[in-house]
T-cell receptor, first 112, second 112 residues
Framework: GQNIDQPTEMTATEGAIVQINCTYQ??????LFWYQQHAGEAPTFLSY????GLEEKGRFSSFLSRSKGYSYLLLKELQMKDSASYLC?????????????FGTGTQLKVEL | ETGVTQSPTHLIKTRGQQVTLRCSSQ?????VSWYQQALGQGPQFIFQ???????GRGNFPPRFSGLQFPNYSSELNVNALELDDSALYLC???????????FGSGTQLSVL
């Protein structure tokens, strides 16, 4: 099976930088995704890593280390609208299809 | 906005009833996945449809079933509803089995 761990809650200040960690265990790793989900809304795609290293997209960056089973999402220049749940999800080759296994999400609160 | 639409947005049923949820995938997407998201949890994979055939299934009982139509829209059917089936049901579409998922806003199902 798969196991994905991420912190339940984090709080940060507007304008600051926050790093949300995710560790995973999977038998057939085939990519790691980060999604953002505001309360009552659909998850929206933020980033995708399949090879080791850093992927940067504007204020958001995501890092992956496959040997360590570790990823993080880095959010810079935090804004109030970044308050949301951040979901780490792993895709593996077993079970067929494009199945993603999600963590429980990290609820980020951005304060003034 | 992802272009994935789900209906209805909210639904209330009683235990033992049956429910059908509907999803229209984003234009050009031939793969549809369904996820169940309980309050405070990450989405859990139910199953995926690719070109009208089930292509991967999660750990859900047979009373959860689905269909995909020639226009790639999809239905999720749940029979013999139980109280624990109360959740947000998310539909996601993609262009293939290894592409990122675009989620709809979901159907909030309450079973009383």
């Amino acid at each position: 099976g798969q196991n994905i761990d991420q912190p339940t809650e984090m709080t940060a200040t507007e304008g600051a930088i926050v790093q949300i960690n995710c560790t995973y265990q999977t038998s057939g790793f085939n990519g790691l995704f980060w999604y953002q989900q505001h309360a009552g809304e659909a998850p929206t795609f933020l980033s995708y890593n399949v090879l080791d290293g850093l992927e940067e997209k504007g204020r958001f960056s995501s890092f992956l280390s496959r040997s360590k089973g570790y990823s993080y999402l880095l959010l810079k220049e935090l804004q109030m609208k970044d308050s949301a749940s951040y979901l780490c999800a792993v895709r593996d080759r077993t079970g067929g299809g494009n199945k993603l296994t999600f963590g429980t999400g990290t609820q980020l609160k951005v304060e003034l | 906005e992802t272009g994935v639409t789900q209906s209805p947005t909210h639904l209330i049923k009683t235990r033992g009833q049956q429910v059908t949820l509907r999803c229209s995938s984003q234009s050009g997407h031939n793969t549809v996945s369904w996820y169940q998201q309980a309050l405070g949890q990450g989405p859990q994979f139910i199953f995926q449809y690719y070109r009208e055939e089930e292509n991967g299934r999660g750990n859900f009982p047979p009373r959860f079933s689905g269909l995909q139509f020639p226009n790639y829209s999809s239905e999720l059917n749940v029979n013999a509803l139980e109280l624990d089936d109360s959740a947000l049901y998310l539909c996601a579409s993609s262009t293939g089995r290894n592409e990122k998922l675009f989620f709809g806003s979901g159907t909030q199902l309450s079973v009383l």
